[in-house]
């Protein structure tokens, strides 16, 4: 009995074969995004560590104001609907420099950043009111301890994005910010999106849940 022996020829000499392109996956992250969701998973843990902080202590203070008798819901609602609504526009915004529409970038970008900057001045007389209405300071009791530190902390992180946006609309009054070129707007719009979802929880916690 003989046994059937198979074998792979070469290539003639002189010749190669062709080699395949590489294969590249169609949505892998860039460094850079790589980079900006481990720095938003390590803000989760930073946020997350004072939101059971505020809510441990909520309730335990023996002199006021208390978060029932110093908090108010009106103007922050205001504030948030602003916020909530920059998350829309920064995401339009991105949308239209992907399709190569300058000017609708800058009017949507422009927009997100007025609504940021209204939630700011919102948060600021806020607090004027809480300090000199109801003599609400960080070192008054825990509530403003915890309260002064988690909302400031968000604060500025929204202060932080603000700023950064003023930036990418220099860039690209300069026409620096093209749909070549929108890595970065990218990158602003996540951690915008995530400072908008961060306020959802911080409102819930200290102005609904809290009270």
């Not at 392109?21 to 938003?40: D, N, V, Y």
């Not at 441990?56 to 108010?72: I, Q, W």
Request: proline share 4%.
């Amino acid at each position: 009995m003989s046994v059937a022996t198979t074998t792979m020829a070469g290539p003639p000499a002189g010749q190669s074969f062709p080699v395949p392109p590489a294969i590249r996956p169609e949505h892998t992250l860039s460094p850079g995004q790589w980079g900006m969701l481990s720095f938003l998973v390590s803000e989760v843990a930073l946020f997350g560590t004072l939101i059971v902080t505020y809510l441990f202590y909520v309730g335990k203070d023996v002199v006021g104001p208390t978060p029932a008798e110093a908090l108010s819901l009106g103007l922050v609602v205001c504030t948030t609907a602003c916020l909530l609504a920059s998350s829309a526009t920064v995401h339009v915004a991105e949308r239209r420099l992907e399709r190569g529409n300058q000017v609708g970038f800058l009017r949507w970008w422009l927009a997100t950043l007025v609504l940021g900057a209204a939630f700011l001045g919102g948060t600021a007389f806020e607090w004027h009111d809480l300090i000199y209405r109801h003599q609400l300071t960080i070192s008054r009791n825990l509530f403003g301890t915890t309260y002064y530190t988690l909302v400031g902390l968000h604060a500025l992180h929204v202060t932080a994005g603000v700023s950064i946006m003023l930036i990418v609309l220099g860039l690209a009054l300069c026409r620096r910010v093209t749909s070549a070129n929108r890595a970065g707007v990218g990158l602003v719009s996540w951690y915008w999106h995530f400072v908008d979802g961060v306020w959802v929880v911080v409102f819930t916690v200290v102005y609904l849940v809290g009270r």
